[in-house]
């Protein structure tokens, strides 16, 4: 059974960085696709990034574009997400995730193709 442990979240000042893991067991992560999400209370599930397999794509939402960046070393079997300049409204509960699939796909951002969760770490962005 794929599991998928999140850390390196916890509270930063704006403009800070964080550098969030995601281990995987049960799995090899370089095999398929990875992405991190992120879901902020009273809001819906955002998609953050996704890496296809390989890391030859790397996908990006608006909100995080050129701030944040995807990372995995698969030889560890971890993923990463290197935050930076972080914003209040970044504030939210984050989650890395596998794709049943090999690339991205048009519904990254949607979670589509997704079927490997991890429990989330929780990043606050206040001073």
């Known amino acids: 059974q794929p599991k998928l442990v999140e850390s390196g979240g916890g509270l930063v000042q704006p403009g800070g960085s964080l550098r969030l893991s995601c281990a995987a067991s049960?799995?090899?992560?370089?095999?398929?696709?990875t992405g991190w999400f992120r879901q902020a209370p009273g809001k819906e599930r955002e998609g953050i990034s996704c890496a296809s397999r390989g890391s030859w794509i790397r996908l990006y939402g608006d909100a995080v574009r050129g701030r944040f960046t995807i990372s995995r070393d698969n030889a560890r079997n971890m993923v990463y997400l290197q935050m930076n300049s972080l914003k209040p409204e970044d504030t939210a509960i984050y989650y890395c995730?596998?794709?049943?699939?090999?690339?991205?796909?048009?519904?990254?951002?949607?979670?589509?193709?997704?079927?490997?969760w991890g429990q989330g770490t929780q990043v606050t962005v206040s001073s």
């Open positions: 049960g799995l090899s992560l370089g095999d398929y696709a």
């Open positions: 995730a596998v794709s049943a699939l090999r690339s991205c796909g048009n519904a990254w951002s949607q979670g589509g193709g997704f079927d490997s």
